[in-house]
T-cell receptor, first 109, second 115 residues
Framework: KNEVEQSPQNLTAQEGEFITINCSYSVGISALHWLQQHPGGGIVSLFMLSSGKKKHGRLIATINIQEKHSSLHITASHPRDSAVYICAVDSGAGNKLVFGAGTILRVKS | NAGVTQTPKFQVLKTGQSMTLQCAQDMNHEYMSWYRQDPGMGLRLIHYSVGAGITDQGEVPNGYNVSRSTTEDFPLRLLSAAPSQTSVYFC??????????????FGQGTRLTVV
């Protein structure tokens, strides 16, 4: 079993829809990262959080440490949000990130 | 501010050839790392460094070598390329924190094909 599981693997939405991507992990962590990867492009850090909730524009990330679960929400989705969204956890030991396999999001206009 | 710069962006190698993937960052980050990304799998850590002169192995180090002579540069060497090393490689850098990584900055990736 992978230490970091993301769901769904693939997601297609209509423009304007509210989107949720989930991340569950099985190890103790010091922080959880949400990353975005556009097709053919590099990887950009969206959020790093260790508790509670963070918001940046239309993106919201939440984490529940007790349940070992995090969600990434996109409000009023837009075709430019189409990308792979990756969850990664940091156990705090040795500065190593463990990554989920990613969620492929496609937003149709 | 260039961030993390990886070269080359694309490379085709023949089995048995060696090559070096270059990674440079201009943010004075202590922590640098190399990952490979394969279809259907998460990024996997190859090697990492917490400062000049200090390197360590990650999850999949076999067939790769690294050194860190300066804070800015962290090259990844493929000693004798194999088809199993066909992948997309990412270099990343971050501030080093005792309790885990700060925000990570990634390069644009190198798509490597070994034939």
């Amino acid at each position: 079993k992978n230490e970091v599981e993301q769901s769904p693997q693939n997601l297609t939405a209509q423009e304007g829809e509210f989107i949720t991507i989930n991340c569950s992990y099985s190890v103790g962590i010091s922080a959880l990262h949400w990353l975005q990867q556009h097709p053919g492009g590099g990887i950009v850090s969206l959020f790093m959080l260790s508790s509670g909730k963070k918001k940046h524009g239309r993106l919201i990330a939440t984490i529940n440490i007790q349940e070992k679960h995090s969600s990434l929400h996109i409000t009023a989705s837009h075709p430019r949000d189409s990308a792979v969204y990756i969850c990664a956890v940091d156990s705090g030991a040795g500065n190593k990130l463990v990554f989920g396999a990613g969620t492929i999001l496609r937003v149709k206009s | 501010n260039a961030g993390v710069t990886q070269t080359p962006k694309f490379q085709v190698l023949k089995t048995g050839q060696s090559m070096t993937l270059q990674c440079a960052q201009d943010m004075n980050h202590e922590y640098m790392s190399w990952y490979r990304q394969d279809p259907g799998m998460g990024l996997r850590l190859i090697h990492y460094s917490v400062g000049a002169g200090i390197t360590d192995q990650g999850e999949v180090p076999n067939g790769y070598n690294v050194s860190r002579s300066t804070t800015e540069d962290f090259p990844l060497r493929l000693l004798s390329a194999a088809p199993s090393q066909t992948s997309v490689y990412f270099c990343a850098s971050s501030y080093y924190r005792r309790m885990g990584m700060a925000e990570a900055f990634f390069g644009q990736g190198t798509r490597l094909t070994v034939v």
